[in-house]
């Protein structure tokens, strides 16, 4: 719990004090290289903060090619969020990359969270507003770059992912093939 209560810290003024009881509202859980957190097509029921672990979101193409629109690891929060919020099926799944550790939380347990502590709010307001400006400038640059441009941008920002996440994942993400991705990697190597 001492990770989230300092994520928490970085981004709301409340204190310290009052989080002592945040604890009972989450539940920790692992999950093996592989596994899943969340399934497509299922109900989605928890919203995970990742304490240990790296993780990616990705959906079923109809061609049957998983398709990966993000990743999470340490301090950060994955989950399908429109089917998290209305309590509906998810339309994404998420597996651990690697052995992976976090703490869920219910939409129900959430909302007994927020009432103990609406302070929380600024938190989730700041967490997730972060994220949404994040995504805007990654669509942005999807339409405004070169893959070349594109890779390098996100080897610059996210240098830890390059070296956690395998390679068909990264360029699932970056919309290459494992095949392109790899030349490119290789003219930026030499």
């Known amino acids: 719990m001492q990770q989230l209560i300092t994520h928490i810290a970085r981004f709301s003024s409340i204190s310290p004090e009052k989080l002592d009881s945040i604890g009972d509202f989450f539940e920790a859980r692992a999950f093996k290289k592989k596994e899943l957190l969340l399934e497509e097509g299922q109900h989605c029921p928890d919203k995970f903060f990742i304490v240990k672990g790296c993780v990616h979101l ?20 994955a989950s399908d969020f429109m089917a998290f919020q209305d309590g509906g099926t998810a339309q994404f799944s998420i597996r651990a990359i690697e052995a992976t550790e976090v703490l869920a939380i219910s939409a129900g347990q959430q909302r007994k969270m927020l009432s103990a502590l609406p302070e929380l709010n600024e938190y989730f307001h700041a967490v997730f507003q972060r994220a949404y400006a994040a995504s805007q400038m990654r669509i942005r640059k999807t339409y405004e770059m070169s893959k070349e441009d594109l890779y390098q941008d996100f080897s610059r920002k996210y240098p830890a992912f390059l070296q956690r996440v395998p390679q068909y994942l990264m360029a699932s993400f970056l919309g290459f093939t494992p095949e392109y991705l790899s030349e490119i990697r290789k003219k930026f190597l030499s």
């Open 58 to 77: 990705f959906y079923l193409r109809q061609n049957g090619v998983e398709q990966t629109i993000d990743f999470a690891l340490e301090n950060w929060w």
